[in-house]
C-alpha cells in the first residue's frame, strides 16, 4: 500500500469554527494483498479493506514508524473494521 496525502485546506466547518481538510490517494497492490492474506489466512477482501483502512489512517496522520506507533496504528485499524462486522 502506498498513500499519497493533498495538501491541507482550511475550510469552514461550522460557524467561525474551521478545520484542516485533507485527503489523498491511496494505491494498493491487489496481487501483493492476495499473497499477504494468503500467509494470514483470511481472503484477500479482507486484505484489501485492512490496506484501505491503514491508508485513511496514514491520510488523516497516522503514523506507524516506531513500534508503539505500529501497535497503536494496528490496534485501531483492528477497532475500525470490527465496528463494520458489526452491520454485517
Do not use: K
Amino acid at each position: 500500500i502506498m498513500t499519497f496525502p493533498y495538501e491541507p485546506e482550511t475550510v469552514p466547518v461550522a460557524d467561525d469554527d474551521y478545520a484542516m481538510a485533507q485527503g489523498g490517494d491511496i494505491v494498493i497492490s491487489v496481487e501483493q494483498a492476495a499473497v499477504n492474506a494468503e500467509e494470514e489466512g483470511w481472503e484477500t477482501a479482507d486484505e484489501i479493506l485492512f490496506l484501505i483502512c491503514h491508508g485513511v489512517l496514514h491520510l488523516i496522520g497516522w503514523d506507524d514508524g516506531a513500534p508503539g506507533q505500529r501497535d497503536a496504528m494496528l490496534n485501531r485499524q483492528r477497532e475500525i473494521l470490527g465496528s463494520f462486522r458489526q452491520f454485517g
